[in-house]
């Protein structure tokens, strides 16, 4: 059998040796059934030799003298060479990628070169494949990995442009192809709770809320609360929101699904609800829309660290001035919101105000900020509520950082916090879409109840044991 050593022996014969003492012969293993073929070798050897019939026989009959070895191993059956028909060839193991971080004042060539590679193998990549142009727009932190062919020269490259999508470039018939691959998040539903002891801002921030869902939450109850002046010591507030997981950890917020604000007593709600036309809004339980024509607060509350004070005294003047308008003290650059859609009627810098910006919404209402540290709004620029139009700063006449809001109708200057009692009432769904909302909403409306209702618990039972931490 092809590919088997067979075990050899030698025959050993000492003193007065005869012509077949000469001969040396193969050692046969011999299996059972087979004897006849062992013997009918050894008859074909001696006839090979011209031996006589005598002489045969005698080498038939002669022993064969082996070492132990060779009969240890003459006893055992040969086994078999496995041969595998359907093997296939094992593939040739892949060159490894080299990574390189994008540094700071970093261009493709410099980033070639530090892997090994030259000019032109930038130029092929960014001019051949389909996607890449992309590879010249790169940013400090990420990644582009490379791979080398067979000969050396290049033959991939991987650009990481984030956790969701990397583009591959690989070199294929002689050019550079390109292909994206992407991954998708997964969407989980937490929810969160939360007991005012100093701001709503300091509230999320202990219930574990990033600072984008505390701000979408403020611009969803924007309309119908200050959060600069509004929250008191006790009230609470409860969410129920979306979060974006990567590999089962958080990559990005999501939306929020219901959220609830207990302000001294009184509940506020509001519901996300994709109406019938596709479109996404928050309206409370009745189905009114949380939008409201005007924001109570035109400025990042989470920028303003203070403690709850109903009038909120002007730290530089040391008064109060409702007649004419709010003062928002907080730091230098917080933003500044338009406090509704409209069109700016005139921004620029005087003495008095600073750095400005009016808003004229429609024909009745107008809206002034004052002392701005930047204006990000020009004349006769269209803007929509929540824009920024310009940052907290101390311009003008005013010796610390501040915004001056005032809201004038007909010309006339009225408190911001009570003139929204008398503006159009919010849209709401038409009341073929109340069942379709109602229906919607349930889940979250019995989340936020129990929500509530253990938020209440533990407030009873923190009153009734003041010392439980």
Same mark, same amino acid.
């Given at each position: ?194 007991v005012i002891t100093s701001s709503l801002f300091m509230a999320g921030q202990e219930a574990g809320l990033s600072q984008t869902t505390i701000m979408e939450m403020a611009n969803i109850f924007g309309g119908v609360i200050d959060f600069v002046g509004d929250p008191r010591k006790g009230d609470t ?63 990042? &509350? ?6 709850? !004070? %109903? @009038?909120? #005294? $002007?730290?530089?003047?040391?008064? *109060? ?85 005032? &809201? ?6 009225? !408190? %911001? @916090?009570? #003139? $929204?009692?008398?503006?159009?009432? *919010? ?43």
């Open positions: 059998m092809p590919g088997v050593k067979r075990p050899r022996g030698a025959t050993a014969i000492r003193g007065q040796q005869s012509p077949l003492a000469q001969l040396t012969l193969p050692t046969i293993a011999v299996k059972r059934g087979h004897v006849a073929i062992g013997l009918v070798a050894v008859g074909c050897i001696a006839v090979a030799l011209g031996l006589s019939g005598d002489d045969a026989a005698t080498v038939a009959e002669a022993p064969v003298v082996t070492d132990t070895l060779t009969e240890a191993v003459a006893a055992e059956p040969i086994p078999a060479a496995p041969v595998d028909t359907f093997a296939e060839p094992t593939a040739p193991a892949q060159p490894p990628w080299i990574e390189e971080t994008v540094r700071s004042g970093d261009n493709l060539s410099l980033i070639f070169e530090r892997a090994g590679y030259t000019k032109r193998d930038v130029h092929r990549v960014v001019t051949e494949p389909e996607h890449g142009k992309g590879l010249a727009r790169i940013h400090p932190g990420q990644t582009i990995a490379f791979q080398a062919g067979e000969d050396g020269g290049l033959a991939s490259v991987k650009f990481v442009k984030s956790q969701l999508e990397t583009v591959v470039y690989r070199l294929e018939n002689d050019s550079f192809v390109s292909e994206i691959q992407t991954r998708q998040t997964d969407i989980v539903q937490s929810t969160a709770s939360g507030m409860n969410l129920v929101f979306q979060e974006h997981q990567l590999d089962g950890v958080k990559y990005d917020d999501g939306d929020i699904i219901a959220a609830s604000y207990n302000n001294q007593g009184k509940l506020y709600t509001a519901y996300r609800y994709v109406d019938s036309n596709g479109d996404a809004g928050y309206y409370n339980e009745k189905g009114v829309s949380m939008r409201k024509a005007f924001l109570l607060a035109p400025v990042d &509350f989470t920028r303003i660290s203070s403690n709850f !004070n %109903p @009038r909120r #005294i $002007h730290p530089i003047y040391k008064t *109060a001035r409702p007649h004419r308008g709010t003062d928002y003290a907080a730091p230098t650059g917080t933003p500044v919101y338009a406090a509704g859609d409209g069109r700016v009627r005139k921004a620029g810098y005087s003495k008095a105000n600073g750095n400005y910006v009016f808003i004229q919404h429609g024909e009745q209402f107008e809206t002034k900020y004052l002392h701005l540290h930047k204006r990000r709004a020009k004349t006769g620029q269209r803007v929509s509520q929540g824009q920024v139009i310009g940052t907290v700063g101390s311009t003008g006449a005013a010796t610390g950082p501040h915004l001056h809001y005032e &809201f004038l109708m007909n010309g006339v200057h009225r !408190n %911001p @916090r009570t #003139i $929204h009692k008398k503006l159009p009432k *919010a849209k709401s769904l038409p009341a073929a879409e109340m069942p379709r909302f109602l229906a919607a909403i349930e889940p979250a409306a019995q989340q936020l109840a129990q929500l509530q209702a253990d938020t209440d618990t533990q407030l009873a039972l923190a009153g009734a044991n003041p010392d439980r931490g």
